[in-house]
């Protein structure tokens, strides 16, 4: 591919609102650009790799034995309501409704979809196992849209469904999908660290996500070195030591704190640490108010939260909700509130003596509070999350804490589309009974913009063979008809042996061409220019290494051969 006839528009500056190297970079190299808010076009060297990384996906989907679906994208209401997430799937699904007022959603997953397609298809034990699949795009009205495609509203899935007869088969579905999920990681040249993730409040059994550790991750991981321990801190347990016994037991007491009302006033106020506080936030599940209550040296963990209520939407409550529960102004709430309200008490709470916490009152706390004789724990739950520091909750050792970005996620789904939306076959005896389901997905603009986050230097991107957009950049750098000519024979033979090669014909200056290359990447770059034309000798450099090797025009289709497999080699 010539250069000039293709369209690269490269950038000098860093576009000022990208803040992720990808993002920065993808724009940079002329792979995408910003069509509004949180929705991106493809230019035609970034689409390449979009294609490359597909058709691995797709390579792997069907080595596992999957099979390609294409879905329709407008998704009937009727579906949504049928297994109960038209209302339950929020704001984040986009809604809209035809000339004839029948309504639908610009699909953000399709488990609806694909248990009504098999529901209609598939009647006997004898299809399962089944693994459908589509490599398709998906609407999601995201709250914050950033990072560039990797979080954009509009991106592309793979998405895959297993339905099996019994736990015994889900488990080897479950399993494979695992499996192809590392080969098509590996093969896109990324490192993933495999973590345990929630399941949600009537989730499945289990689930994992794919992480790419990053300092721009929006995932916070929690890894023990010690047991092999990963998980989101979404999920991540902790074990939670008993709570030093503080002092002698005390009564408990009222004290005067004017104006004092955050955790750190508190602190200095009583001049002790964060952990003798009892922290008690209003919130509201699902529009009815509850008081969660934890040490307050911990954060709250609003999926665990969410999940121990059972609700599928907790958020922090308005002050006057707060005021309305507690009697008092915002930063006087404790336990001991004087109307009832449902508490959850973090399972730290229990052992929580000689405490402190607010006493429902303006200006007044309560000191040398007791769980158990001063409030009671109806409910208790682990509604705080784990970090670096804390107790592994299967060795016991330190955990550590990474920062990673979510690029897939394969999780049991059970029975929950089969029940709801009545898709049953018939077993060996002819009785009718619900398959078990799994579901597997991969993100794959997001999987391209986390290649580029571990394949970048301060010139641009270095991209794995596997998903480079081309395998070889070519600079001619010649003036003359005759050297121009040299530098054209080149091309033909790299493109007559079959090597994706791009070629930079333009009349700009050996600096400008060199930039761009190191920018955009190509595993090989070949120069053709002053040495070639006085010596004989062709300029040949990886990307990834600063050494460049000169070979004869003898030697040099097999030399760039010989590269491009070794790099090949590397990944996969
Ligand atoms: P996140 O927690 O990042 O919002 P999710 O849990 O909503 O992700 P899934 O529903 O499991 O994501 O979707 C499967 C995959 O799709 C994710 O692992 C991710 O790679 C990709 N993905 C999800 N949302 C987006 C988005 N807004 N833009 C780009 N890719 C996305
Ligand atoms: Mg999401």
């Known amino acids: 591919m010539r250069f000039t006839r293709y369209l690269v528009p490269t950038l000098r500056e860093d576009p000022s609102d990208a803040v992720v190297m990808s993002h920065r970079l993808m724009l940079r190299a002329g792979l995408i650009r910003k069509e509004s808010a949180g929705m991106y076009l493809y230019l035609p060297l970034g689409f390449r790799v979009l294609r490359k990384i597909t058709d691995i996906v797709r390579e792997e989907m069907e080595r596992a034995g999957a099979l390609e679906f294409l879905m329709p994208e407008l998704t009937s209401a009727d579906l949504w309501k049928e297994s109960g997430r038209w209302e339950a799937m929020?704001?984040?699904?986009?809604?809209?409704?035809?000339?004839?007022g029948l309504?639908?959603?610009?699909?953000?997953?399709?488990?609806?979809?694909?248990?009504?397609?098999?529901?209609?298809?598939?009647?006997s034990y004898r299809d399962l196992p089944l693994n459908a699949y589509q490599i398709n795009t998906k609407f999601r009205d995201e709250i914050r849209p950033r990072y560039g495609v990797m979080r954009s509203k509009e991106f592309i899935m793979k998405d895959a469904y297993s339905f099996d007869m019994d736990e015994a088969g889900l488990e080897r579905s479950y399993q494979s999908m695992r499996k192809a999920y590392r080969n098509i990681?590996?093969?896109?040249?990324?490192?993933?660290?495999p973590v345990e993730a929630d399941t949600g409040a009537m989730g499945g059994s289990a689930s994992e996500e794919f992480m790419v550790a990053s300092e721009v991750g929006e995932e916070v991981l929690l890894l023990c070195a010690a047991c092999g321990y990963?998980?989101?801190q979404e999920r991540a347990q902790y074990r939670r030591s008993e709570a030093a016994p503080a002092g002698e037991p005390e009564d408990l007491r009222v004290?005067?704190?004017p104006n004092v009302r955050t955790i750190d006033d508190l602190a200095v106020f009583f001049n002790c640490g964060a952990d003798r506080f009892l922290k008690s936030i209003v919130y509201l599940a699902d529009s009815t108010p509850v008081m969660a209550v934890v040490p307050g040296d911990r954060e709250i963990n609003e999926v665990k939260l969410k999940n121990a209520l059972g609700a599928l939407e907790v958020e922090l409550a308005p002050d006057a909700i707060v005021e309305e529960v507690t009697s008092a102004p915002v930063g006087f709430a404790g336990p001991m509130t004087k109307k009832p309200v449902r508490t959850i008490f973090d399972l730290s709470i229990r052992t929580t003596r000689n405490a402190i916490t607010g006493a429902n009152e303006k200006d007044k706390h309560y000191a040398g509070v007791k769980a158990g004789r001063d409030f009671i724990i109806a409910q208790e739950a682990d509604i705080t999350s784990a970090v670096k520091g804390d107790a592994c909750p299967q060795c016991g050792a330190a955990l550590d804490e990474r920062k990673g970005i979510e690029v897939g996620h394969i999780f049991k789904l059970g029975y929950k589309y089969t029940k709801s939306m009545n898709l049953t076959v018939l077993d060996e005896n002819g009785k009718a009974v619900y398959p078990i389901m799994g579901c597997y997905g991969i993100g794959v603009n997001r999987t391209m913009a986390a290649v580029i986050e571990q394949h970048n230097d301060d010139k641009g991107i270095s991209w794995p063979m596997t998903v480079a957009p081309f395998q070889v950049h070519l600079v001619g750098i010649a003036k003359s008809e005759d050297e121009i000519s040299a530098v054209e024979e080149i091309y033909g033979m790299l493109s007559n042996a079959g090597i994706e090669v791009l070629y930079d014909d333009r009349k700009a200056s050996p600096g400008?061409?060199?930039?761009?290359?190191?920018?955009?990447?190509m595993p090989v770059r070949v120069t053709v220019g002053k040495s070639?034309?006085?010596d004989g000798e062709i300029e040949v450099k990886l990307r990834r290494e600063s050494e460049i090797v000169r070979v004869g025009k003898d030697a040099f289709i097999g030399h760039v051969r010989g590269l491009i497999e070794i790099e090949w080699g590397r990944i996969s």
């Open 90 to 100: 929020g704001k984040e699904m986009i809604r809209i409704k035809d000339r004839n």
């Open 103 to 123: 309504e639908y959603a610009l699909a953000p997953t399709h488990e609806e979809a694909f248990t009504a397609a098999v529901r209609s298809i598939v009647s």
């Open 185 to 193: 990681f590996s093969r896109c040249g990324i490192e993933t660290i």
């Open 230 to 232: 990963k998980a989101n």
């Open 255 to 257: 004290v005067d704190t």
């Open 512 to 521: 400008v061409k060199f930039a761009d290359a190191d920018l955009i990447g």
């Open 532 to 534: 070639y034309f006085k």
